[in-house]
Structures are given as structure tokens and as C-alpha cells.
Nanobody
């Protein structure tokens, strides 16, 4: 059974940093694309960042230069380092895995999802 477990969320002041982690279990994801999405209250879930098995990455425009996605294939883990956080970054952040080697930004490309971790940025 595939399971994704996120951690690292919390409350931080604007300008601060957080590092999210997501550990995948149940199978090996070394050749799959891993991504992060977020959903703010009253809004649709949106793409944040993705990384392929060999390190190619993609970001939504609003986080470029502030967020960094990385992965450790040996640990089946993906990370999201978030810096210069803004109140508009407040959301539940979800880890996801797509059974493909290419980058993707759409929800339906991802088959496996975590339960989410709350990130709250105060002004």
C-alpha cells in the first residue's frame, strides 16, 4: 500500500522559513516525478513545485526564487524548502507522486497523495 506522509508545517512569521518533508512508502519511486501542491481556504488546489527522478524541476511563478524542491531517492523523500514566506503562502501543502518521468503541473497527473500539512504565515 502506497503511503505519503508530510511533515514540517507550522506557524511562521512573514519573511521566515520552513522545510517540508514527505516520505513515501509502499513501493520505490526513484523513477517517478514528485511534487508539492497547496490549497488555501476557499480556493482550489494548485501546483507549487515538482521534481523528476534526475533532478529537473519546475515551480509556479509565485514561488520562484523563494522555494526549492529537492529529493533523496535513497530515502524515498521529497523536500520543499520555503523561504521569504508571505501570508499568501498560507495553505495546506500536499505531497504527490506521478508515475511518469516527466514534470507535470496538473492534479490528474499525480496518482498518490499525502494527507497534507498546514502552513500558516502571519503578517
Amino acid at each position: 500500500q502506497v503511503q505519503l506522509v508530510e511533515s514540517g508545517g507550522g506557524l511562521v512569521q512573514a519573511g521566515g522559513s520552513l522545510r517540508l518533508s514527505c516520505v513515501a512508502s509502499g513501493r520505490t519511486f526513484n523513477t517517478y516525478t514528485m511534487g508539492w501542491f497547496r490549497q488555501a481556504p476557499g480556493k482550489e488546489r494548485e501546483f507549487v513545485a515538482a521534481i523528476t527522478w534526475n533532478g529537473s524541476n519546475d515551480y509556479t511563478d509565485s514561488v520562484k526564487g523563494r522555494f526549492t524542491i529537492s529529493r533523496d531517492n535513497a530515502k524515498n523523500t521529497v523536500y520543499l524548502q520555503m523561504s521569504s514566506l508571505k501570508p499568501e503562502d498560507t495553505a495546506v501543502y500536499y505531497c504527490a507522486v506521478a508515475p511518469r518521468w516527466r514534470l507535470g503541473q496538473t492534479i490528474n497527473e499525480y496518482d498518490y497523495w499525502g494527507q497534507g500539512t498546514q502552513v500558516t504565515v502571519s503578517s
